[in-house]
């Protein structure tokens, strides 16, 4: 496992920009695939995005793809989503996630990750 530290949330108003940052601990970042997730009050957690080991490939829900990007700095031990377009409905508690490989699980659902930060608060104003 890994340990994990995001940074970087707070208010901004409808259709602003926020940059999340995740900081892990340990030699071994670039050995997992990372994952954001966010969870609304009264709300399951929802997957948001996911990178692969080498930043070259990512992926999104529906619900943010064309407003944000995930990416990496494997020198850096960083995982980052740039949020742009905010909405209202982004409002969440937004959590990195490192999922170890080999893993066969649904890359999408939280049992796909070993490895949880504390989360950052987003908050969007209408």
């Known amino acids: 496992q890994v340990q994990l530290v995001e940074s970087g949330g707070g208010l901004v108003q409808a259709g602003g920009s926020l940059r999340l940052s995740c900081a892990a601990s340990?030699?071994?970042?670039?050995?997992?695939?990372m994952g954001w997730f966010r969870q609304a009050p009264g709300k399951e957690r929802e997957f948001v995005a996911r990178i692969s080991r080498s930043g070259g490939i990512g992926y999104y829900s529906d619900s943010v793809k064309g407003r944000f990007t995930i990416s990496r700095d494997n020198a850096k031990n960083t995982v980052y989503l740039q949020m742009n377009s905010l909405k209202p409905e982004d409002t969440a508690v937004y959590y990195c996630?490192?999922?170890?490989?080999?893993?066969?699980?649904?890359?999408?659902?939280?049992?796909?990750?070993?490895?949880w930060g504390q989360g950052t608060q987003v908050t969007v104003s209408s």
């Open positions: 996630a490192a999922a170890p490989f080999p893993n066969s699980a649904d890359p999408r659902a939280p049992s796909a990750y070993d490895s």
């Open positions: 340990g030699r071994t970042f670039s050995s997992y695939a």
